[in-house]
């Protein structure tokens, strides 16, 4: 079933605060396989001249499509999850993330197109502080297949 | 936070040597706790074959992480990458054994930028299949 359109430039901002743990850092660098240091130990991250532990590249996947989420589960939009896989992923750093970040994410749904017998949807997610300091943007699109057959 | 590699050490078509990086069952199990995607066709091969894939398929979070990895450890600091994209052109299929599959990255200096920026482009094979394609890098170097 073809993707609903009208979703187009809407967007859904987190209702709370995300706050990074160093034990949330730790179990996502465990879970893919890295052992920096960096990752894992305070003190290895000051020594490297970082305020305290280093999220990895791809962390904040695990919490910027919350607030998105939403958007992608509302029977409206049509979107068949058992035929959902990833087609594109972007981010852009405007510093890295610290244990003891408390961030907020804004997303909005920015495309749906198809593509072949796929439907694809981009999400552009801001990641700011709370108090407004921009963090990183993502830049997610998701492929339904055979969404648009 | 300062890169390990100095810019003015790095030329255009350099190589960055290339890393294996397995993938197991229990990597896709601990990737979903960690990542919060439990979509089941990245642990569930029956629910995974019933929707058409030939097997269990590793997140495609979980490629882009290794191709971060290497990155990293290239290097030497997390914090001097300013941008990281791909696309997912190809799925990594993990058989429910000890082996696993595994997820070989690859790198060469594609571009040098201004501010000591570099542009790495990545490419990352499991099996004969190109499972990562228009992956980039932009790396800060000291």
Redesign the interface.
Same mark, same amino acid.
């Given at each position: 079933m073809a993707l609903n359109r009208d979703f187009v430039g809407r967007t859904y901002a987190s209702t709370t605060p995300y706050e990074v743990s160093r034990v949330?850092i730790r &179990?996502?660098a465990?879970?893919?396989?890295?052992h920096?240091p960096?990752?894992r130990d305070k003190e290895a991250a000051q020594a490297?001249?970082?305020p305290d532990v280093?999220?990895?590249?791809?962390f904040p996947?695990?919490?910027s499509l919350q607030s998105g989420g939403e958007a992608l589960a509302d029977p409206d939009l049509g979107l068949n999850?058992?035929?959902?896989?990833?087609?594109?992923? $972007?981010? &852009?750093?405007h $510093?890295?993330i610290y244990a003891g970040d408390e961030l907020v994410t804004s997303s909005t749904i920015t495309d749906i197109r198809s593509a072949g017998r796929n439907e694809l949807l981009t999400v552009r997610s801001d990641i700011t502080t709370v108090a407004g300091e921009p963090v990183c943007v993502s830049?997610n699109t998701i492929v339904e $297949?055979g969404g648009a057959a | 936070m300062t890169a390990t590699v100095k810019y003015d050490e790095v030329e255009v078509g350099q190589q960055i040597p290339a890393a294996d990086y397995t993938v197991r069952r229990l990597d896709l199990v601990m990737y979903a706790g960690a990542s919060g995607d439990f979509n089941q066709i990245h642990w569930n091969e029956r629910f995974a074959k019933a929707v058409g894939l030939p097997d269990v398929i590793a997140h495609g979070m979980f490629t882009m992480a290794q191709g971060g990895r290497f990155v990293t450890d290239w290097a030497g600091d997390p914090g001097a990458v300013v941008d990281y994209g791909v696309r997912f052109s190809s799925m990594v299929v993990v058989p429910d054994d000890d082996q696993g599959a595994v997820i070989t990255v690859s790198g060469v200096i594609e571009e040098k930028l201004d501010d000591k920026r570099v542009v790495v482009a990545l490419t990352a094979r499991s099996g004969d299949a190109r499972v990562l394609s228009k992956a980039r890098a932009v790396v800060r170097l000291a």
């Open positions: 949330k &179990e996502f465990a879970a893919i396989g890295d920096n960096i990752y490297a001249g970082h280093v999220a990895p590249p791809t996947i695990a919490f999850f058992a035929m959902v896989v990833h087609g594109e992923q $972007r981010f &852009e750093y $510093r890295p830049y $297949r | -």
